[in-house]
């Protein structure tokens, strides 16, 4: 009985991992275009500044395609501020890791900023 139930429980673990892992191989063949493969420490040392327009277009496409509206409460300086802030602790970051880092933090510490038709 208790061989069936590690055998079991081993299946479902094994299931589990592969039906997980298109899904972690989809996200390291996302094609990121522009300044967002450069690093954060490169972002910061610039002096003409093509992150900042980058990380609002990659802001707002997050927000349309998971129809969110995270960022509503702030403006775009403040969502550039908060990239700055993953950036400073993590400066070997891609620009884009630490601009979806922030995104990721501000939506789930969030509040009022359901998707759409959610109460």
Request: hydrophobic letters at 45%.
């Amino acid at each position: 009985m208790k061989l069936a139930c590690l055998a079991s429980a081993s299946l479902l673990a094994l299931t589990l991992w592969f039906m997980g892992e298109p899904a972690l191989a989809q996200q390291e063949q996302a094609l990121i275009a522009g300044i967002g493969r450069m690093s954060c420490a490169y972002w910061r040392s610039e002096s003409i500044n093509e992150g900042a327009a980058w990380i609002l277009g990659f802001w707002s496409g997050l927000n349309h395609a998971n129809a969110r509206t995270v960022g509503q409460h702030t403006n775009g300086e403040g969502i550039i501020a908060e990239v700055r802030r993953v950036c400073a602790a993590r400066p070997s970051m891609t620009l884009a890791g630490a601009t979806f880092t922030a995104y990721s933090e501000m939506a789930s510490n969030a509040q009022g900023d359901p998707k759409p038709g959610t109460p």
